[in-house]
């Protein structure tokens, strides 16, 4: 059980602590790209908690929590997202040098993005395999 509690509640952490870095405690005004940020916060959240209720439903049925091939995946997923990551930062980066946006922008972006793209590497990574 301490394999599904401790990913429940760091993400649980990350949401809430991400939330308020993402909508500053006074500040009145949400932005539209705040509420996207939220929402997808949120989405990541709500996959986490479905991921962590499978785990639950199998250690129920008495079958291992992970087997090699979901390890194999979330290898190969880990590797490519890690590598799309690096060209997010850069990418932000020359964006940020030539425009004029907050560095609170560029961090939130980098920080979802590399959420996402493990998200989608493994969506993808995990149809190719199958």
């Known amino acids: 059980m301490k394999k599904v509690f401790l990913p429940v509640f760091v993400l649980t952490w990350v949401v809430v602590l991400s939330g308020f870095w993402i909508i500053q405690p006074g500040d009145t005004n949400s932005s539209t790209l705040e509420l996207i940020f939220i929402g997808v916060i949120l989405l990541l959240f709500i996959l986490g908690i479905y991921f962590s209720y499978g785990r639950i439903k199998r250690k129920k049925e008495g079958l291992p929590e ?28 020359f964006i940020q040098n030539h425009l004029s946006i907050e560095l ?11 959420a996402l793209l493990f998200v989608i590497s493994w969506v993808i990574i995990n149809i190719r395999e199958s």
């Open 66 to 93: 992970e087997d090699e091939l979901s390890r194999i995946i979330e290898g190969k997923a880990a590797a490519t997202s890690y590598y799309l990551s690096i060209i997010l930062w850069l990418a932000l980066i």
């Open 104 to 114: 609170k922008w560029v961090f939130s972006i980098g920080m979802i993005g590399m």
